[in-house]
């Protein structure tokens, strides 16, 4: 049982770079959500979705965009990456509401030199 | 949005059970107590929730007191393997944000 699957786990950028982050969960969850955590921040919500098709803007959002065009799938774009971005992401999903239980995934560790 | 307050570390012996406070006096009747740890590396990992009641599942046990204002999360027997960032959450109507503080560095000692 995968549960949420990020891809890739590590990754290094120049800035400028462009790319994209990929989050699968296999537990037919409606609600999808990506997260950055940094060093005495905490978790901030970047985007999230509340089904197949919609996306929104979280507390983070400036310069990323994501799209949500399965269900099973939410991803997270950097289209100019930028070393403020440098940070470890992560996806969770709730199976249809945001105050059931989240289940994340393992991350991905993004540095953008 | 209500804060919560939690100790910056504690340590447990093996075995024994694993009591982690939580204080949140500024709760408000419609909002719950999420529990949920990280592990170093690892993503975060939900242990448990509840509104009024205390609560129950396979891996810990909640403790709300009745005035709302504090909980305890207990894990009954620890191991080596609970070493990790506990994180009390208080989510519910327009607060919707999963915000993690400083949460609680809870060591599993041998």
């Known amino acids: 049982n995968a549960g949420v699957t990020q891809t890739p786990k590590f990754r290094v950028l120049k800035t400028g770079q462009s790319m994209t982050l990929l989050c699968a969960q296999d537990m037919n969850h409606e609600y999808m959500y990506w997260y950055r955590q940094d060093p005495g921040m905490g978790l901030r919500l970047i985007h999230y979705s509340v089904g197949e098709g919609t996306t929104a803007k979280g507390e983070v959002p400036d310069g990323y965009n994501v799209s949500r065009l399965k269900k099973q799938n939410f991803l997270l774009g950097l289209e100019s990456a930028a070393p403020s971005q440098t940070s470890v992401y992560f996806c969770a999903s709730s199976q249809n509401g945001h105050f059931q239980p989240q289940h994340f995934g393992d991350g991905t560790r993004l540095s953008i030199l | 949005d209500a804060k919560t307050t939690q100790p910056p570390s504690m340590d447990c012996a093996e075995g024994r059970a694993a009591n982690l406070p939580c204080n949140h006096s500024?709760?408000?009747?419609?909002?719950?107590v999420y529990w949920y740890r990280q592990i170093h590396s690892q993503g975060p990992q939900y242990i448990i929730h509840g509104l009024k009641n205390n609560e129950t599942n396979e891996m810990a046990s909640l403790i709300i007191t009745e005035d709302r204002k504090s909980s305890t999360l207990i894990l009954p027997h620890a191991t080596l393997r609970d070493t990790a960032v506990y994180y009390c959450i208080v989510i519910g109507g327009s607060n919707y944000k999963l915000t993690f503080g400083k949460g609680t560095l809870l060591t599993v000692n041998p």
């Open positions: 500024t709760i408000s009747g419609n909002e719950y």
